[in-house]
């Protein structure tokens, strides 16, 4: 018998909440659904489940302080739901301890594919870190994160150490979205200046050497007053 991964989902919501509990237990995830804030975590906390998904407007509690609150006694991954134009919202909940975040209306494969990458992340900081991972493939660009390499179908692409790191970070956290904060955090250090403008001139450098149309790209994407997401390694 095969142990089923168990979701919770906070969504008070009942037609959304009714839509992701069958999406997920038509893909074999056992789902429990909360539609409050307090029924929703009684539930993480007595449930332990594999990935939380969590509506911010709840009507009993904020949804930031549901993220704080799980955030002082699990790592559970929590992947918010959220409307289409509160970017500083999902800023907030990423720095506050979130995921990442899918947002409304989303169909069964997005849904699908940010389960995966959430679980995905979990087991890989579970288990040693980045040693099963020391190569990403995707289309035809391949890191080799142990020579430092980065190719597209095949040839040398040549990036500048910042560059590297950039598309690296991205690379190990690929599937999931990068604030601009945590990245220029990651890069140029906690002091350096937040505004985007060194981040945005980078990116923009690297979509040049790596993307065949740098204005649709293929491997990195941006969410637009959020940060960026590199697309899931295909193996
Ligand atoms: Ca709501």
Redesign the pocket.
């Known amino acids: 018998m095969n142990h089923k991964l168990t979701v919770v989902i906070i969504?008070?919501?009942k037609n959304i909440c009714t839509f992701i509990e069958t999406a997920l237990e038509n893909h074999d995830y056992k789902t429990v659904a909360a539609h409050t804030g307090k029924e929703g975590l009684s539930y993480i906390a007595s449930l332990c489940p594999d990935v939380v998904l969590l509506?911010?407007?709840?009507p009993d509690i904020d949804g930031m302080d549901i993220i704080r609150q799980v955030r002082e006694f699990s790592a559970v991954p929590i992947l918010v739901i959220s409307a289409r134009t509160s970017e500083s919202e999902k800023v907030a909940a990423l720095d506050a301890g979130a995921d990442d975040y899918i947002t409304k209306p989303f169909g069964t494969s997005e849904l699908l594919a940010r389960i995966r990458t959430a679980l995905r992340h979990s087991q890989m900081s579970a288990s040693s870190p980045k040693s099963s991972e020391s190569v990403y493939r995707c289309g035809d660009l391949t890191i080799n994160f142990d020579k430092r390499l980065v190719t597209i179908a095949d040839r040398e692409v040549h990036l500048t150490q910042i560059e590297y790191k950039l598309v690296s970070l991205l690379a190990l956290n690929a599937g999931r979205v990068l604030t601009y904060d945590f990245i220029i955090n990651h890069i140029w250090g906690p002091y350096a200046d937040s505004n985007n403008q060194i981040l945005r001139v980078n990116m923009a450098h690297i979509r040049r050497k790596m993307e065949e149309n740098p204005a649709d790209p293929k491997y990195i994407s941006t969410e637009i007053g959020v940060g960026y997401r590199m697309r899931e390694p295909e193996n």
């Open positions: 969504e008070d919501e509506d911010l407007g709840l």
